[in-house]
C-alpha cells in the first residue's frame, strides 16, 4: 500500500490551510485529564456495575434495564425516527450539529412526499405537543456550518413551523463545537449516534448497500434506546437546554420499562471544561470507557469512525498490540479513504500501528467503496464510501455508538454524547450485521470465529476490490477496500475544489 509523497498531501492542505491556521492559532490543550488517566477508575462500591471498570463512576450511572436496537444507514434510522416523531404524545427534544430544514427522512418515493419533509413532520407534531431543537450557533471561520448556515435553517424552520421553540448554542470554544445527535420522545424512546438530520456535506440518508448515486455515499449508525437510559438522555437534553436559554421547567415523562427488557446501558458525555455551569470541570466519559474497554481486550477490537486521531487511543491500540502479541488477537479499524480535513492525520496513526504490527498481521484497516455502471471507457464508477460512523465492538462483549469521533476534539473541546453497553449477545448481533453488509457475506459465511474472519474473509475480499478498483472492471462483491495512505483512488482534487467552495 502506498505511503504517498509530499505532493499527495501538499494539495490538499493547501485548499484547507485557512482552516487549519485558526485552528492552531485557537487550539486548546487537551486535557491533563484524558492525558494522565489510568484505565480503570475507582468504582462506587454496592453497586451492580460496582465490579467492571469499563463503566463509567461519573456523571450519569449505569442503568440495568433497557432495550437497545442498533439502526445501521440512514433508510433504517430515519424511518424509524420518523416514526417516533409522527407517535409523540408530548413532546419531542432534539439536540443537533447542524439542521437541514428540507430534509427528506423517508425517500421510498422519489420524490419524497412532501409530509416526510423534516419542516413538514416538525409543523404537524409541533401542533399537538411540544417540540424543542437545540444547535450549535456554528462557526464564525472556515467551518462548516457556518453561523449564516445555522440561522438561516432556524429562521427557515420556524417560518414553516413557528410553534417550534428552536435555539442555537453558541457556548462552545473557538474552532471547536457542539456536535452531539440526540432525540428524546415523550421519555419513552431515544435516538443516539452519529447521523444529524442535515445534507450539508453530504446527504445522510442511504442504503446498506450503498448504490452509487449523485454525491457520495455515506455509511453511518444510530442506536435505538428505550428503558431507564432515555432518562439520561433527556437529562442531557435539559441540562444545555436550561444552560443556553434559563428554562428549567421542561415536560417530563418517566421512561417505560417492560419486565423483558435486561440490557445494561450507560449514558456517557463529552463536556469540555468552562463551558457549562453544570459540568465545568467537564465530563470525560466517552474518551474513559474507550480506553478502558481497549484495556481489558483479549480477542478482537473492531472501530468504524470517521477519524481515529487521538494519541491516547492509538496509544492504548498499541498497548493492545504488545500485550496480545500470542497472535490470536486482531484489531480491525474502518475508517473513510480519504477523511474531511484529516486523511493526513488517520495515515500517520495507520502507519504507526502498522508498524508496531511489524507485519505480524494483527492489525489491518480498511475504508469502504460503492461501485456502479457510470459513463466512461470502463463503464464503472468506483467512489468512497464516507465512514462517519462512531461505534467500537470489544470481544463480542462491550460496544458503544454514539456521535463522538476518536480525535481530541471528539474526546476532550467538542460536546459529544454516546451510549455503551456490556451486552455479549447485543454486540455480537451488531458486529455481524456489519460485517454482512460490508463483506456481502452471508450468515453461514459469518459463522466462524471473528479472528478467522479477519484473516479470510476480510483480507479476501478487500484484495479483491483493490484489484477490481484498480482496474477499474466489474461490479464490486464486497464494499472492504484496503486502506491506503498518501493518495486514494477517486477525485481528490475536485473534493477539495468542492469543499472548499462549500465553505464561502
Not at 456550518?145 to 473557538?174: K, N, Q, V
Not at 441540562?239 to 440490557?263: F, I, Y
Not at 459529544?416 to 451486552?423: K, L, Q, Y
Not at 464494499?479 to 465553505?503: D, M, S
Amino acid at each position: 500500500m502506498s505511503t504517498g509523497t509530499a505532493l499527495d498531501y501538499l494539495i490538499p492542505w493547501l485548499f484547507r490551510f485557512p482552516r487549519f491556521l485558526v485552528g492552531r492559532l485557537f487550539r486548546r490543550r487537551p486535557h491533563r485529564h484524558i492525558k494522565g488517566r489510568k484505565p480503570g477508575g475507582r468504582m462506587p462500591p454496592g453497586q451492580w456495575w460496582s465490579g467492571d471498570d469499563r463503566w463509567y463512576e461519573r456523571s450519569f450511572p449505569p442503568r440495568r434495564h433497557n432495550r437497545l436496537t442498533p439502526l445501521i444507514d440512514g433508510e433504517e434510522a430515519f424511518d424509524a425516527m420518523l416514526q417516533a416523531i409522527r407517535e409523540a404524545e408530548h413532546y419531542v427534544y432534539i439536540a443537533a450539529w447542524a439542521l437541514t430544514p428540507s430534509f427528506a427522512l423517508r425517500r421510498r418515493q422519489l420524490p419524497p412526499p412532501p409530509d416526510e419533509l423534516l419542516t413538514a413532520v416538525l409543523a404537524d407534531v409541533s401542533s399537538r405537543v411540544t417540540v424543542k431543537i437545540l444547535a450549535w450557533d456554528g462557526a464564525t471561520l472556515f467551518f462548516q456550518p457556518t453561523r449564516r448556515f445555522t440561522r438561516r435553517a432556524r429562521d427557515e424552520l420556524l417560518a414553516a413551523a413557528p410553534r417550534i421553540d428552536c435555539r442555537l448554542d453558541g457556548t462552545a470554544w473557538p474552532t471547536h463545537s457542539h456536535h452531539q445527535k440526540a432525540t428524546v420522545v415523550d421519555g419513552r424512546i431515544g435516538f443516539i449516534g452519529g447521523l444529524d438530520l442535515t445534507t450539508l456535506e453530504g446527504d445522510r440518508w442511504d442504503t446498506p448497500g450503498h448504490p452509487l448515486r449523485f454525491g457520495r455515499n455515506w455509511h453511518d449508525v444510530m442506536l435505538q434506546i428505550e428503558g431507564e437510559a432515555v432518562a439520561d438522555l433527556e437529562a442531557n437534553f435539559a441540562q444545555r437546554w436550561a444552560a443556553v436559554t434559563g428554562e428549567r421547567d421542561l415536560p417530563h415523562c418517566d421512561p417505560v420499562v417492560e419486565p423483558g427488557w435486561r440490557t445494561p446501558c450507560q449514558i456517557i458525555r463529552t463536556i469540555p471544561r468552562w463551558t457549562y455551569r453544570f459540568a465545568l470541570r467537564g465530563d470525560f466519559g466517552i474518551a474513559d470507557a474507550y480506553r478502558d474497554a481497549i484495556a481489558r481486550a483479549r480477542r478482537f477490537i473492531y472501530l468504524e469512525n470517521q477519524y481515529l486521531w487521538s494519541p491516547e487511543i492509538v496509544d492504548a491500540l498499541a498497548a493492545a498490540l504488545e500485550r496480545n502479541r500470542d497472535g490470536h488477537f486482531r484489531i480491525v479499524v474502518v475508517l473513510p479513504a480519504r477523511a474531511d480535513f484529516g486523511k493526513y492525520d488517520n495515515d500517520k496513526q495507520i502507519e504507526r500501528l502498522r508498524e508496531i504490527d511489524g507485519g505480524r498481521g494483527q492489525f489491518h484497516a480498511f475504508s469502504l467503496y460503492s461501485s456502479g455502471p457510470a459513463t466512461g471507457p470502463h463503464g464503472f464508477g468506483f467512489v468512497p464510501i464516507y465512514v462517519h460512523a462512531k461505534i467500537a465492538i470489544i470481544d463480542d462483549e462491550w460496544y458503544t455508538v454514539g456521535s463522538a469521533n476518536l480525535n481530541r476534539r471528539g474526546l476532550a473541546t467538542d460536546s459529544e454524547i454516546n451510549a455503551h453497553t456490556i451486552d455479549p449477545a447485543g454486540a455480537r448481533a451488531l458486529r455481524l450485521r456489519l460485517w454482512a453488509e460490508h463483506l456481502r457475506a452471508t450468515e453461514e459465511e459469518l459463522a466462524a470465529d471473528p479472528v478467522v474472519l479477519i484473516d479470510t474473509l476480510w483480507r479476501e475480499r478487500a484484495a479483491r476490490v483493490e484489484e477490481l478498483v484498480r482496474r477499474r472492471q466489474g461490479f464490486l462483491p464486497a464494499l472492504v477496500h484496503p486502506y491506503q495512505t498518501g493518495r486514494v483512488p477517486g477525485v481528490w482534487i475536485l473534493q477539495e475544489l468542492q469543499g472548499l467552495a462549500e465553505g464561502l
